[in-house]
């Protein structure tokens, strides 16, 4: 069965699941995890595969995914052992920014305030600090 190219698909997950044509970009996680940056700044073009890393990572790395590594089992992370006990062991807090298109710096503000309340505060309401 020929696999679709699912343009504009940014989730990593549903790529997999859905059997559609990707790239295998999984090694970015063994070079990312193995050079101990404190800080990474991903900076690309528009439509040049940033949001679609971040959710490989997110998929890769966080508990909520723990017991998916399916996904990644034809792709090249997961031929070495230690990434697949390294898979679905940390919390992740995943924000992505792509949906923020104002042109002014107050709606944007006020826009990623309001993603912040829905994403954490909302979902995660329970945790106290």
């Not at 995943?94 to 042109?103: D, I, N, Q, T």
Request: net charge positive; glycine share 6%.
């Amino acid at each position: 069965m020929a696999r679709t190219v699912a343009i504009g698909e940014q989730d990593f997950g549903k790529l997999i699941e859905k059997n559609c044509f990707y790239v295998d970009k999984t090694n970015f996680i063994k070079e990312w995890w193995e050079s101990e940056d404190t800080v990474t700044l991903i900076a690309r073009p528009r439509r040049f595969g940033k949001t679609l890393a971040m959710h490989m990572l997110r998929d890769f790395f966080s508990i909520r995914d723990a017991g998916r590594g399916r996904l990644f089992e034809n792709l090249a992370v997961w031929q070495d052992e230690r990434y697949q006990r390294l898979q679905g062991t940390y919390p992740v807090i995943f924000l992505s920014f792509a949906a923020v298109k104002e042109h002014r710096y107050d709606t944007a503000r006020k826009k990623i305030c309001q993603m912040i309340v829905n994403r954490f505060f909302l979902n995660f309401g329970y945790i106290r600090i």
